[in-house]
């Protein structure tokens, strides 16, 4: 059964890098698929080469996205494929993984200016550090609710805009090869939470950010899946301050980001950081 799922994944890739729609597709550089609220984080790199420490930190997502025009049955109104490569030396539990996404996107009109980001993510993840690979699958809803404050001095250029972007989801984890015994599969429903803020964006163009992002997983199902001691409802805080030069929130700039928590999904286990990287959003 596992076979045949990595075989049906595998042939889906294929099928959409091979065709002729991915001529069509538009590209974007984030962070991660899981960012795909306004306030996505960039991709970031970071390379320490003293005499003393080498370490390298290196998160990036590249994905290629068509449009199909409307939205099918609540999600399939985007395709969008995505490898991403996740790897930080700079901490104890060292991270080094590669993600391959094929996700869906619907964007349904509620009415009275309320809409939703419905998402559906199939996954591959290949862990070096922890030599396992599994499957994922998540399912997640964004309510589109923009809050824009401005606050009027001398010619304007202190306005403020914020944004918050509230994210429930629920994900499915089937690790089908591993080094160790835990063979298993979990299940864990999530509550998301952004937050954007950028001063003088007016004058700006947002090409100054502070963004704040806290997630809560809570475990509903184990099937031989989580080793002894680990947390069955982690946290991850994410503080980052970004600058970027051009003054436009999509080129290259530099930030300082503080890591506090875990991201199972991501294999980000127990990890506590001060970083300072080159910060890319395209």
């Given at each position: 059964?596992?076979?045949?799922?990595?075989?049906?994944?595998?042939?889906?890739?294929?099928?959409?890098?091979?065709?002729?729609?991915?001529?069509?597709?538009?590209?974007?550089?984030?962070?991660?698929?899981?960012?795909?609220?306004?306030?996505?984080?960039?991709?970031?790199?970071?390379?320490?080469?003293?005499?003393?420490?080498?370490?390298?930190?290196?998160?990036?997502?590249?994905?290629?996205?068509?449009?199909?025009?409307?939205?099918?049955?609540?999600?399939?109104?985007?395709?969008?494929?995505?490898?991403?490569?996740?790897?930080?030396?700079?901490?104890?539990?060292?991270?080094?993984?590669?993600?391959?996404?094929?996700?869906?996107?619907?964007?349904?009109?509620?009415?009275?200016?309320?809409?939703?980001?419905?998402?559906?993510?199939?996954?591959?993840?290949?862990?070096?550090?922890?030599?396992?690979?599994?499957?994922?699958?998540?399912?997640?809803?964004?309510?589109?609710?923009?809050?824009?404050?401005?606050?009027?001095?001398?010619?304007?250029?202190?306005?403020?805009?914020?944004?918050?972007?509230?994210?429930?989801?629920?994900?499915?984890?089937?690790?089908?090869?591993?080094?160790?015994?835990?063979?298993?599969?979990?299940?864990?429903?999530?509550?998301?939470?952004?937050?954007?803020?950028?001063?003088?964006?007016?004058?700006?163009?947002?090409?100054?950010?502070?963004?704040?992002?806290?997630i809560w997983w809570q475990?509903?199902?184990?099937?031989?899946?989580?080793?002894?001691?680990?947390?069955?409802?982690?946290?991850?805080?994410?503080?980052a301050i970004n600058i970027?030069?051009?003054?436009?929130?999509?080129?290259?700039?530099?930030?300082?980001?503080?890591?506090?928590?875990?991201?199972?999904?991501?294999?980000?286990?127990?990890?506590?950081?001060?970083?300072?990287?080159?910060?890319?959003?395209?």
């Amino acid at each position: 059964m596992k076979i045949k799922l990595a075989l049906l994944f595998l042939t889906v890739i294929i099928f959409f890098v091979s065709s002729e729609v991915f001529a069509q597709f538009e590209y974007s550089v984030r962070r991660s698929i899981a960012d795909k609220s306004d306030i996505s984080k960039p991709a970031q790199f970071s390379l320490n080469l003293s005499e003393t420490v080498e370490s390298i930190l290196v998160d990036i997502g590249i994905s290629g996205t068509i449009d199909l025009g409307q939205t099918y049955l609540l999600f399939f109104k985007e395709l969008t494929i995505t490898p991403e490569y996740h790897r930080n030396t700079n901490v104890d539990n060292k991270q080094h993984i590669f993600m391959g996404s094929l996700s869906t996107l619907g964007h349904p009109d509620l009415g009275w200016g309320f809409s939703l980001k419905n998402q559906l993510v199939v996954s591959f993840k290949k862990d070096f550090e922890n030599e396992s690979e599994s499957f994922l699958f998540d399912l997640n809803t964004l309510p589109v609710w923009k809050a824009i404050a401005a606050l009027y001095f001398p010619k304007n250029w202190t306005r403020l805009q914020f944004m918050f972007a509230p994210t429930l989801g629920i994900y499915y984890e089937d690790r089908v090869n591993s080094e160790t015994s835990f063979n298993g599969s979990i299940a864990r429903t999530y509550q998301k939470i952004d937050l954007g803020i950028y001063p003088g964006s007016k004058m700006w163009n947002k090409s100054v950010e502070l963004t704040i992002q806290s997630i809560w997983w809570q475990s509903i199902y184990d099937d031989n899946f989580l080793t002894p001691n680990t947390d069955t409802n982690p946290h991850l805080l994410d503080f980052a301050i970004n600058i970027y030069p051009l003054k436009n929130s999509k080129s290259v700039g530099f930030g300082i980001n503080y890591i506090n928590g875990t991201n199972p999904m991501t294999n980000q286990f127990d990890q506590k950081y001060l970083e300072f990287a080159l910060q890319f959003k395209l």
